[in-house]
C-alpha cells in the first residue's frame, strides 16, 4: 500500500491551501485515514482523521479553520486548511488505518498502518 501526498507550499499568514493523499495497492481495500504534522524540533502531531463512513475528527488546534473529506471511488482524502498560521508551519503527513479504531485512537499515530512521504507547508508572517 503506498501514499502520495501533495499540495503542500509556502502561503501568506491567513491564506489557504489544499492538501491531497491518494492511496494505491490494494484493491478492494478500504482504511480509515489521517493527517498528521510534524514541525521542526517538535513531536508529531494529530491534525484531523475521517472514518470509512465519512465521520470527522479535529485537533481544538485547527477545528473551524481546516476541513478534511474523501473521494472513495478515487481512494483520496483532502485537507482544505484556511485561515493558515505561521504556526501551522510543518511537514504534513497523510496515515491509513486498516483497524476500525474507536475516535481516540484515531489521534494516535502508532494505530496507522501505511504513512506517506510527507508535503511540506511554510505560512509566512
Known amino acids: 500500500v503506498q501514499l502520495q501526498a501533495s499540495g503542500g507550499g509556502l502561503v501568506q499568514d491567513g491564506g489557504s491551501l489544499r492538501l491531497?493523499?491518494?492511496v494505491s495497492g490494494r484493491p478492494?481495500?478500504?482504511?480509515?485515514m489521517g493527517w498528521f504534522r510534524?514541525?521542526?524540533?517538535?513531536?508529531?502531531e494529530f491534525v484531523a482523521a475521517i472514518r470509512r463512513n465519512g465521520a470527522t475528527y479535529y485537533?481544538?488546534?485547527?477545528?473551524?479553520?481546516?476541513?478534511?473529506s474523501r473521494d472513495n471511488t478515487k481512494k483520496a482524502v483532502a485537507l482544505q486548511m484556511s485561515s493558515l498560521r505561521p504556526e501551522d508551519t510543518a511537514v504534513y503527513y497523510c496515515a491509513a488505518s486498516e483497524q476500525r479504531y474507536i475516535s481516540m485512537y484515531l489521534r494516535d499515530g502508532t494505530r496507522y498502518d501505511y504513512w506517506g512521504q510527507g508535503t511540506q507547508v511554510t505560512v509566512s508572517s
Open 20 to 22: 491531497s493523499c491518494v
Open 28 to 32: 478492494g481495500s478500504t482504511y480509515d
Open 38 to 44: 510534524q514541525a521542526p524540533g517538535k513531536e508529531r
Open 59 to 68: 485537533a481544538d488546534s485547527v477545528k473551524g479553520r481546516f476541513t478534511i
